[in-house]
């Protein structure tokens, strides 16, 4: 199974990327850097510079309603900040 589960496509993370030429994918928890640096270059075929990762835990929510309080719980991810080299670009809308 892959390492990559999706890409990230946020308002902070087109900015990021038009500016410093970044991408950001959510990632398997237990995936390191050189696994993430392999499968990105091998799936979207660039050189990747650097990967910087980011462990987010989940959170605990809870809403009012008219049952009453209903209690959750976030998801727990890992995110993934690639780095490409000057002139190379990944293009997540291109199948659409």
Known sequence: MGIII???VTEKMTAMTDK??????????EANKLE??????????VTVISVNTVK???KNK???????????RTNAY???????????????????
Do not use: H, M, Q
């Not at 993430?36 to 979207?44: L, Q």
């Not at 809870?62 to 209690?71: D, F």
């Open 36 to 45: 993430i640096k392999k499968e990105v270059e091998a799936f979207y075929n």
């Open 56 to 58: 987010y835990s989940g």
């Open 6 to 8: 999706k890409p990230l």
């Open 78 to 96: 890992k995110k993934a900040i690639v780095a490409l080299k000057e002139g190379d670009t990944i293009d997540f809308y291109s199948n659409i």
């Open 20 to 29: 410093l030429n970044r991408f950001g994918f959510i990632v398997r928890p």
């Open 62 to 72: 809870s809403r009012y309603t008219k049952a009453g309080i209903i209690n959750g």
